[in-house]
C-alpha cells in the first residue's frame, strides 16, 4: 500500500555494533599476539584477577592519607585496585561513589609514578573525572576536540597546549611532562 508510512529508529548502540563484532572476531581467532591471548582468558575463559597480598610500605602512608575522606566500601575498591595483578571492575548504582573513588585511585597513581589513560563511552564522563582532578591540582593531557572539551578543561586540551609549542623539543618537553 503507498500509503503506508515506516519510522526506523537508530540507536547509537547500533551504530557500535559493527566495531563490538569485529572486536569479539579478533578476540576469538586463533592469535600469537600476547595480549589478546591474555584478553581471551579474562573475557571468553574467565580467568579470575590475580591480587598480590600487600602494598609496598613506602606507599602505605600516602595512601592511607588520601582515603581519608573516603567510606569503608571506596577503601577496600582502591586497596583491591592497587593489589592487582591484571585486572578488576568497579561497578555500582548511581550516587554510590565510583567516580570519587576513581578520582582518589587516580590521584594515588600518580603519587606511585604511574601514568594513568581514562577513557569512557562519553567525553563528559571523562570531562566529569578530570574536573575533579583539576580541583586537586593534579596534572593532566586531556585529548580531544576542543568542541567536545567541557570549557573549563580546555585549558589543558593537546590542541591548546601545544599552540604553545615553537619548536620539536618544545614539543617533546610537553609529552614528556605527562609519562
Do not use: W
Request: a positive charge; hydrophobic letters at 35%.
Amino acid at each position: 500500500h503507498g500509503n503506508e508510512k515506516f519510522h526506523l529508529d537508530r540507536y547509537e548502540s547500533q551504530s557500535q555494533s559493527v566495531f563490538n563484532f569485529s572486536n569479539i572476531g579478533i578476540l576469538l581467532e586463533n592469535n600469537e599476539e600476547k595480549c589478546i591471548n591474555e584478553l581471551r582468558k579474562i573475557i571468553v575463559d574467565r580467568k579470575p584477577a590475580e591480587y598480590v597480598n600487600t602494598l609496598p610500605k613506602a606507599y602505605q602512608e600516602k595512601i592511607s592519607k588520601s582515603m581519608g575522606r573516603m567510606n569503608h566500601v571506596q577503601r577496600q575498591a582502591i586497596i583491591k585496585a592497587l593489589t592487582c595483578q591484571n585486572y578488576m571492575l568497579i561497578k555500582g548504582l548511581p550516587g554510590t561513589g565510583k567516580s570519587h573513588t576513581l578520582v582518589n585511585l587516580i590521584h594515588i597513581l600518580g603519587m606511585m609514578g604511574k601514568s594513568v589513560l581514562i577513557t569512557s563511552h562519553t567525553n563528559s564522563a571523562v570531562d566529569n573525572i578530570l574536573l575533579r582532578l583539576k580541583e586537586r591540582g593534579i596534572k593532566f593531557l586531556r585529548l580531544g576536540s576542543n568542541a567536545r572539551i567541557h570549557p573549563s578543561l580546555r585549558e589543558f586540551s593537546e590542541s591548546t597546549l601545544i599552540e604553545k609549542c615553537k619548536t620539536v623539543e618544545d614539543l617533546e618537553m610537553l609529552y614528556k611532562g605527562f609519562e
